[in-house]
């Protein structure tokens, strides 16, 4: 990373804006990676019988699901799709409604503005 002016925040938005981030790892391949390494994480935790809850992580895992499938669809059809974002809060509540047994919770559709 290019930090020689102390700029740290403008050279990660600039790698994120390419989609390079971690030395050139994909921005997708990094929330996969994060994805299966939260779900690895709380599963130990919870299965040894520590502290922990499933709201969070579940929050968690289906950001990064929902990002990535996000970027996935806006890399295949880049004009009829909504921000990565959006499809990152359709995972959260997605995941959330699977974990705590609610499947048929309505989930809420955020507006999330025309760009």
Do not use: W
Not at 19 to 37: E, K, M, N, Q, Y
Not at 46 to 54: A, R, Y
């Amino acid at each position: 990373m290019d930090t020689k002016n102390g700029n740290l925040h403008e050279d990660l938005k600039n790698r994120l804006k390419r989609g390079v981030v971690l030395g050139g790892i994909c921005a997708a391949v990094a929330f996969i990676i994060l994805f299966l390494l939260k779900i690895v994480a709380t599963s130990l935790t919870i299965g040894s019988g520590g502290s922990g809850g499933i709201f969070a992580p579940s929050l968690f895992i289906g950001a990064m699901l929902g990002t990535t499938v996000g970027y996935a669809f806006g890399s295949l059809f880049p004009s009829i799709t909504a921000p990565a974002s959006a499809y990152g809060i359709a995972g959260m509540a997605a995941v959330f409604a699977g974990a705590a047994r609610a499947p048929g919770v309505r989930q809420l559709e955020l507006p999330v503005g025309d760009n």
